[in-house]
């Protein structure tokens, strides 16, 4: 089956730095998610990026569906970022997604 | 954004007690999917719904149950809760039909059997 694998596990950064998140997965992704996950556990969806570039505030979703990766950036890293970040994939519009492991965020002042 | 809403937000059993979480979503949406998430894990999905009295079995399906009633509800239920079910359950619902394919998830249930 599907199999994600992100990294890194963790990271800690300086406030003011940037992130780069990646999620390598093992077979064709029709589907492709980001998510965040609060510290307090709620879960919100970042990104729907299947293929190519997206952008929303301080963060950008790249996708290159042919080497079969994805990559989440964040620009400007503030405290509130801090959380763990998952990508989730699916190989067809009607299968399950599966998720990566996370990369849990720390950003300190 | 899909509103779901999960009940109860925290939950307290003994090993062998009966419990049933609950999810509603108020879009319309026909896929309802149960997750846990456990430390080392991820999230991992138990059972999922595309409709009112489908049931689908998820990658972890072993001592949980669920039934979908109606395309607002979906239950999950322990039946003889045990100690390695404790967990963060999530319940999320798309709308691929729309080819909406984005997940929404609840705030979560944190599940504590004793």
């Not at chain 1, 990271?11 to 609060?38: D, K, P």
């Not at chain 2, 979906?74 to 999530?90: G, I, K, N």
Request: proline share 3%; hydrophobic share 30%.
């Amino acid at each position: 089956g599907q199999q994600v694998q992100q990294s890194p596990a963790s990271l800690v950064l300086q406030e003011g730095e940037n992130a780069e998140l990646q999620c390598n997965f093992s077979s064709t992704a029709t589907r492709l998610q980001w998510f965040y996950q609060h510290p307090g556990g709620r879960l919100v969806s970042l990104f729907y990026n299947p293929s190519g570039t997206k952008h929303t505030g301080r963060l950008t979703s790249t996708t290159v569906t042919n080497e079969r990766r994805s990559s989440l950036h964040i620009s400007s890293s503030q405290t509130t970022d801090s959380g763990t970040y998952f990508c989730a994939i699916a190989s067809s519009s009607f299968s399950k997604l599966v998720f990566g492991q996370g990369t849990s965020l720390s950003v300190v002042p | 954004e899909a509103a779901v809403t999960q009940s109860p937000r925290n939950k307290v059993t003994v090993t062998g007690g009966n419990v049933t979480l609950s999810c509603r979503q108020t879009n319309s949406h026909n896929y309802m999917y149960w997750y846990r998430q456990d430390t080392g894990h991820g999230l991992r999905l138990i059972h999922y719904s595309y409709g009112a009295g489908n049931l689908q079995i998820g990658d972890v399906p072993d001592g949980y149950k669920a039934t979908r009633t109606t395309q607002e509800d979906f239950f999950l239920l322990l039946e003889l809760a045990s100690p390695s079910q404790t967990s963060l359950y999530f319940c999320a619902s798309s709308d691929q039909q729309r080819g909406q394919n984005t997940l929404y998830f609840g705030a979560g249930t944190r599940l504590s059997v004793l």
